[in-house]
């Protein structure tokens, strides 16, 4: 099985500027990605690519092992661009440029680095073992749900849970999951076949066993950088 690595990258972040390359416990944080990228095909056949508009990004990632002469288009490097799309561009360059076929892409997102190589093991064995399966990303439990605590506007003033039920506590109604944004893995059809979203009517998640958080503001950059430099999460250290 030929596997490409995708790594996403773009130099316009606004909520967190410079985000991918801010130094976190003395690395910048696309590394994290990269080192993961690296361990991951150091045990499976496939190549490891990068998507970025920036030039910044692109020596950063050269430093840490990731070259590539793909720059990402200018459409595909704005706010409203969509993720899936950025990776289907790249899928569709490596496989012109090297021709070689893909079976399936894994792209680790560069703002939630916080996965280890037994999460990738496990999640690839997942989807393996489901065949009609299109895609898998990895999962957190939620901490809010909608049948029990969470609610939204019904009739003018007045306010109802989100799914209508009666459960009376969060450990007894039906488990809801985050998007953590850590990773996703595509089957070949998924891309070829232009679905515009990442859920489907044969979706498949991987459930988190650790923390994981997406940087998403300047504090998270903060508290993942206490976090990691005070070895507060030991899986980081046996990733």
Not at 10 to 25: D, E, F
Not at 46 to 58: C, F, M, R, V
Not at 177 to 203: C, H, K, Q, W
Request: glycine share 6%.
């Amino acid at each position: 099985m030929n596997i490409l690595v995708t790594i996403c990258a773009r130099g316009g972040s606004k909520g967190v500027p410079k985000k991918n390359i801010s130094t976190i416990n003395g690395k910048p944080l696309i590394a994290y990605s990269i080192e993961a990228g690296q361990r991951f095909l150091s045990r499976h056949s496939g190549t490891l690519a990068l998507s970025t508009d920036d030039d910044e990004i692109k020596a950063v990632a050269a430093a840490w092992g990731l070259t590539t002469s793909y720059v990402r288009p200018s459409a595909l490097a704005t706010d409203q661009a969509g993720k899936v799309g950025v990776i289907r561009h790249l899928w569709q360059h490596e496989e012109a440029t090297s021709s070689t076929p893909f079976d399936l892409v894994l792209d680790l997102d560069v703002s939630s680095p916080l996965r280890t190589q037994d999460d990738l093991e496990q999640a690839l064995a997942h989807l393996e073992s489901t065949p009609d399966a299109l895609n898998l990303f990895s999962v957190s439990p939620a901490r809010r749900n909608p049948y029990f605590n969470m609610v939204e506007p019904k009739n003018g003033e007045y306010i109802g849970l989100v799914k209508e039920a009666l459960y009376f506590s969060r450990q007894s109604a039906p488990p809801v999951y985050d998007i953590n944004g850590s990773f996703y893995f595509y089957r070949r059809n998924f891309l070829a076949d232009s679905y515009p979203s990442v859920i489907t009517e044969r979706t498949l998640v991987y459930v988190m066993p650790h923390l994981c958080f997406d940087v998403d503001e300047p504090l998270d950059l903060v508290f993942l950088d206490f976090l990691l430099s005070s070895k507060q999460l030991p899986f980081m250290e046996q990733r």
